[in-house]
């Protein structure tokens, strides 16, 4: 997937998969990124179709909705992280816990609401194909929640990528953990954003993390963050 954050970082618009169950869905929101200028590979109409057309079209962001026949979105979404083909922005109607943690856990980059209006939206792709985090709003705060709710940390090693981990990357991992982007991490940590890119994907293959979203989560569990 290092492909999709070298091109948005060179500038190039991303390119995109469409994955709903509704035909209409998929026209408009293709009418929606086209006129933005962001190109769109193809559609599927089910999970099963989406894994396939991504393998074959290598995508740099899938725009995925969660409930599909067949294969549903977040078995698509795990199946396309595992091979890492490609970055996973899920949009659904539908902002339930159990869609939300599920696609978290399957590796989406980022979680969003069809409510979401049409710069929110193009600027959510953008960032995904950047490999940044996207989280709707309406989402974040029972997200962060969850995590309040959770029992109390556990020590910094407990998970086992932790370990290998250099004093810079740690600090790397915390700002994952704060939510920061890859010029905000560079700006807290003193360093350039290629550096802090590298840092990033060193971390993310240490912890053994497909996105930086699941690399946050391992931050707040280990109690790195703020």
């Not at 700002?175 to 954003?193: E, F």
């Amino acid at each position: 997937m290092d492909g999709a954050d070298d091109a948005a970082a060179d500038g190039v618009m991303p390119r995109v998969l469409i994955a709903d169950d509704h035909e209409a869905i998929r026209g408009g929101l293709r009418l929606l990124l086209e006129s933005a200028g962001v190109r769109v590979l193809g559609e599927a109409g089910d999970g099963a179709t989406a894994l396939r057309n991504t393998r074959a079209l290598r995508p740099d962001v899938v725009l995925m909705d969660v409930r599909m026949p067949g294969t549903d979105g977040i078995a698509a979404t795990r199946a396309i992280v595992d091979e890492r083909l490609a970055q996973v922005l899920v949009l659904t109607t539908f902002d339930l816990d159990e869609y939300v943690f599920g696609a978290l856990r399957a590796g989406a980059a980022g979680f969003l609401l069809k409510s979401a209006d049409a710069p929110t939206l193009v600027d959510a792709v953008r960032r995904v194909a950047r490999g940044e985090g996207v989280m709707a709003p309406e989402v974040t705060r029972r997200v962060l929640d969850a995590f309040a709710a959770a029992p109390e940390p556990a020590a910094a090693s407990a998970h086992p990528g932790i370990g290998e981990l250099t004093e810079r990357e740690r600090e790397v991992l915390a700002c994952l953990g704060d939510g920061l982007s890859n010029a905000q991490t560079a700006q807290r940590l003193g360093i350039g954003t290629a550096t802090a890119k590298t840092h990033v994907s060193r971390v993310l293959a240490k912890l053994g993390c497909s996105t930086r979203l699941q690399a946050s989560i391992v931050a707040r569990e280990a109690g790195l963050t703020g």
